[in-house]
C-alpha cells in the first residue's frame, strides 16, 4: 500500500553522486558540514517548500532531512513555520512549491492519507485521543478488529495492543481504563503506539513534552529512544532546548518561516542555538539556510 501512485523516479537516483548527501539546493554555496558529508540518501528530503497564507510567507524555501534512526529537532519562535512546514508532510497543508523525496524518490504528498500510506505518522500536541474508551480501542480508532460474525474483536485487539505497548512502554498496565484515567506520558506513549502500529517509518511529534510534567517527560524521551532503535526517524518540534539537546541527533531553526541553519547537536551549544531562534545568527558549526543573518560587510 506504500508504494500507491505516489512515486516518480528521482533524477538523484540516477547521477553519479546518487548515494552522497547533496548540499541542500537553498544554502548552496554553503561549506557542507563534515558529519553531512557522505551519510547516504536520506529517508525524507523536504526541499526547497515554500506555502504562503494570503501574502504571508508561513513557509519559505526551506530545506530539510532526515535519516533513519535519528531525531531532527525543529526549534524557531512562535510563528516561525515548524508546523505548517510539518504539515506539508503529512498532507494537511498542500505546498505552493517544492518538492519531498523518500529514499531519494520523489513523492507526491496531497492529503494526510498520501503521508500515512507512505509511512509519514503524525502525532499532534492534542493526540487527538477517544477519551472515553481503552488503550485498544484507540490504537484500532477507525481501523477496528472484527471477528468472523462481524462483530468487535476485542480480544484480539487488546492483545495486539499489549504487544506493542510493551515494547514501547513495558510497565504500562492500565489496559481497561479509559485513557482519560491514564496519566499524560501514559496517553503519549498511547498515541504513539497508534502512530507506529501501522509500519510509520517517519514520525512527527509536534511539542510531545510540552504538557507533560519532568518524571512523564523523561519517560516520552525513553520512547523517543526506543522509536530511534528501531530505526524510525522522528521529527521533534520543541520550545525547551533541553529537550532537544538530550533528544535531537540535528536540530533544525526556523525563523519568519526561512530556515537560519542546521547543525548537529553535539557541535552547538544553547547560546548558539538561542542566537540562532532570537537573532538568526547562524554558528561555524551548522549549515546556514536562506534564513541565515547576513554578516555585517
Ligand atoms: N491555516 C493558516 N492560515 C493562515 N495563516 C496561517 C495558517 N497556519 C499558519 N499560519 C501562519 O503561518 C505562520 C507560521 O505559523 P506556524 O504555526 O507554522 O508557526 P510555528 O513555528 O509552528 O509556531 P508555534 O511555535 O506558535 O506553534 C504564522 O504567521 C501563522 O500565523
Ligand atoms: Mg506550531
Do not use: W
Not at 17 to 28: F, G, L, N, Y
Not at 44 to 63: L, N, Q, Y
Not at 68 to 93: C, D, M, Q, R, W
Request: proline share 4%; net charge positive; hydrophobic share 40%.
Amino acid at each position: 500500500m506504500a508504494k500507491k501512485a505516489t512515486k516518480k523516479t528521482s533524477p538523484r537516483k540516477t547521477s553519479a553522486s546518487a548515494e552522497i548527501h547533496d548540499i541542500p539546493s537553498a544554502v548552496k554555496g554553503a561549506e557542507p558540514h563534515k558529519n553531512v558529508r557522505e551519510r547516504g540518501t536520506p529517508l525524507i528530503e523536504m526541499r526547497d517548500i515554500s506555502i504562503a497564507f494570503g501574502g504571508i510567507k508561513a513557509v519559505d524555501h526551506a530545506t530539510v532531512d532526515l535519516y533513519p534512526g535519528e531525531v531532527v529537532g525543529l526549534l524557531g519562535h512562535n510563528g516561525a513555520g515548524k508546523s505548517t512546514l510539518i504539515k506539508v508532510l503529512s498532507g494537511a497543508y498542500k505546498r505552493d512549491a517544492g518538492q519531498i523525496f523518500i529514499n531519494g524518490d520523489e513523492v507526491a504528498i496531497t492529503n494526510p492519507r498520501d503521508a500515512k500510506a507512505l509511512g509519514i505518522e503524525t502525532i499532534y500536541q492534542t493526540l487527538a485521543l477517544a477519551d472515553n474508551v481503552d488503550a485498544a480501542a484507540n490504537l484500532y480508532l477507525g481501523r477496528e478488529l472484527k471477528t468472523n460474525f462481524g462483530t468487535l474483536d476485542d480480544v484480539a485487539m487488546e492483545a495486539e495492543c499489549r504487544k506493542v505497548m510493551h515494547r514501547l512502554n513495558p510497565n504500562f498496565r492500565r489496559f481497561k481504563e479509559p485513557v482519560i484515567k491514564l496519566s499524560g506520558g501514559q496517553r503519549q506513549s498511547v498515541a504513539i503506539a497508534r502512530a507506529i502500529h501501522f509500519n510509520a517509518r517517519i514520525l512527527i511529534m509536534d511539542e510531545p513534552t510540552a504538557a507533560l510534567g519532568p518524571a512523564e517527560t523523561a519517560q516520552v524521551g525513553e520512547l523517543i529512544k526506543q522509536l530511534k532503535a528501531e530505526g524510525i526517524g522522528i521529527f521533534l518540534i520543541s520550545h525547551d532546548l533541553h529537550d532537544v539537546f538530550d533528544l535531537a541527533d540535528r536540530l533544525c531553526v526556523m525563523k519568519n518561516g526561512k530556515v537560519v541553519g542546521t547543525a548537529h547537536t553535539k557541535d552547538v551549544s544553547h547560546d548558539d542555538v538561542l542566537g540562532m531562534i532570537i537573532a538568526g545568527k547562524c554558528p561555524k558549526a551548522a549549515i546556514p539556510g536562506p534564513g541565515a543573518m547576513r554578516e555585517a560587510a
